[in-house]
């Protein structure tokens, strides 16, 4: 007895519309590969490049609670703002951050991460200045590397003091294909 | 000794794991119309409550007796109005199978969901094994054997 595609997507639908779930994720198609986008009712709580769910659903549980479940209608505004963003639509996203997950200082520097502007580049020394430690490049180095909301936290953005595109979780293709996106190299 | 305890799985684990076997049990008690609404609801209650399991085992059991108390809710609703309900035993106002689960509550695990499913639920032995993820023999052996236990009053203490 299998279940029909729309019972269960009835099914989901009704669960997130009572608010019953502690996270509610999907797979987002983007022009960089499909995106596993996850969001709590505080709000966006994570992008994944690797969009395997079966990856993830423990992290999720973990750290958000184990009332996970697949629902289109929760990453909703997500997913409409970053096919915006894709199509050249969209300079910046109008959401909601869940950063539960990060540390104190991580959610600094995220913060002033997400003021970096569009089809601008900045470098992990002016950030580390920003949150008040001239010092902690590296630091913000790792920050970036483990970014809990890619691209809506836009850590493609940040490059090395040399202007080289040092690292990206999602791979040095997939930065420099944003910064093409944005406008920020040269196509 | 300690039993050890499995992890509650992410929701969407447990529910793609479960879901066609719940599916069909309700399509089996209740039509092919009446198990799509149950079956919503049913997850929906498990879902209410899934923050709250302690552990992770026999979660198909609990999924299944959630669904099988939808089942008699859903009889009972359907009832026409003029007719007479046969009086069912009940004690300081549960419905009876409130009793068997709260009598057999000291059993152990296998037991007693085979006792409560059988008894408070009438569910089918095929139906009980399912939701064991064992065999109809063993499911009616399991269900006698508490059953025993419960009339002899040999409850072991570390199932208190």
């Known amino acids: 007895m299998t279940v029909t595609p729309d019972l269960d997507r009835r099914f989901r639908e009704a669960a997130a519309a009572e608010g019953l779930l502690d996270v509610g994720f999907d797979v987002v198609e983007s022009p960089i590969g499909p995106l596993l986008v996850a ?48 199509a050249g639509d969209r300079s910046s996203f109008e959401l909601d951050v869940d950063l539960r997950g990060a540390a104190p200082f991580a959610q600094q520097v995220l913060h002033q991460l997400a003021r970096v502007p569009y089809g601008q ?30 691209i809506v936290l836009p850590c493609h953005r940040v490059v090395g003091s040399n202007g080289s595109l040092t690292g990206y979780a999602g791979g040095l293709d997939v930065k420099e294909k944003l910064l093409r996106l944005e406008g920020a190299l040269l196509p | 000794m300690m039993e050890s305890t499995v992890a509650v799985p992410p929701f969407e684990s447990f529910y793609v794991e479960h879901r066609d076997v719940v599916l069909g049990f309700l399509r089996r008690r209740l039509g092919r ?33 959630i669904a099988a108390r939808l089942v008699i809710d859903t009889g009972r609703r359907s009832k026409p109005e003029s007719y007479e309900l046969p009086e069912l035993p009940v004690e300081d106002g549960r419905p009876a199978y409130a009793q068997i689960e709260h009598l057999a509550g000291r059993l152990p695990p296998t037991e007693r969901a085979a ?21 109809p023999e063993a499911a009616r052996q399991a269900a006698s054997s508490g059953v025993r236990r419960l009339r002899a009053g040999r409850i072991h203490d570390r199932y208190a």
């Open chain 1, 121 to 150: 580049t900045t470098t992990y020394g002016t950030l580390a200045a920003k949150v008040g430690s001239p010092r902690g490049a590296r630091a913000v180095g790792m920050v970036m590397n483990r970014n809990p909301i890619p």
């Open chain 2, 33 to 65: 119309q009446a198990a799509e609404d149950a079956f919503q609801e049913t997850f929906l209650r498990a879902l209410r409550a899934y923050d709250r399991l302690d552990h992770g085992e026999h979660l198909r059991a609990w999924v299944l007796t």
């Open chain 1, 39 to 86: 969001a709590t009712d505080r709000g966006l709580a994570r992008i994944f490049f690797d969009a395997e769910p079966e990856l993830h659903l423990e992290l999720l549980a973990h750290t958000y609670g184990p009332r996970v479940l697949r629902s289109a209608v929760s990453v909703d505004s997500a997913h409409r703002q970053l096919d915006e963003y894709f």
């Open chain 2, 115 to 135: 006792v409560v499913l059988r008894y408070a639920y009438d569910l089918a032995y095929d139906d009980i094994a399912l939701a064991l993820d064992s065999t």
